[in-house]
């Protein structure tokens, strides 16, 4: 992930939690492994059909030890602050059910020609098939939480309407 500039500015530091009386947000990383990779191996068709994800190189299958290589990469890039990787947390059982994955527009495979500067970010979100009914109710508190504590100017965050 490097950039010309900066994700975030220097001064800025990045939430390290999100409480929801539904759910919780924290930074994914290797202890989240093995729920993790249960999570969203048992929910595959469902993630490609959740907005922001039809047509992307993820999920496709990995293992468990892909997986962990895979946390470990986004838990570097949050120390790095060149990206920031959330599990989304069942809040009565504090169950893996999704992730929210903050990453500099222009990234990965989104829009490569976009003019970016470090307050533009793209968002995707995913939960379980088991949780699909959280799905909107985390769309509706990472966008607020977003603008509410984020430094970001634009945010590219498929719509649940």
Do not use: K
Not at 36 to 44: K, M, N, V
Not at 54 to 77: C, F, I, K, V, Y
Not at 117 to 136: F, I, K, N, P, Q
């Amino acid at each position: 992930m490097e950039s010309a500039r900066p994700f975030v500015p220097a001064g800025f530091e990045p939430p390290l939690r999100l409480e929801t009386p539904a759910f919780v947000l924290e930074p994914l990383g290797p202890q989240h492994n093995e729920a993790d990779y249960r999570a969203w191996t048992g929910s595959l068709e469902h993630i490609r059909a959740t907005p922001g994800f039809a047509g992307r190189s993820w999920p496709h299958a990995m293992t468990l030890a892909e997986n962990l290589a895979d946390l470990e990469m986004h838990a570097r890039h949050f120390v790095e602050r060149c990206g920031f990787t959330y599990t989304v947390l069942e809040r009565s059982a504090g169950d893996v059910v999704g992730c929210v994955y903050i990453y500099p527009l222009g990234t990965a495979d989104a829009d490569r020609s976009s003019n970016r500067t470090h307050d533009d970010a793209l968002v995707r979100s995913w939960v379980t098939e088991a949780h699909a009914g959280l799905d909107r109710s985390v769309w509706v508190a990472v966008t607020e939480w977003l603008s509410r504590e984020w430094p970001f100017e634009r945010v590219a965050y498929a719509s649940r309407d």
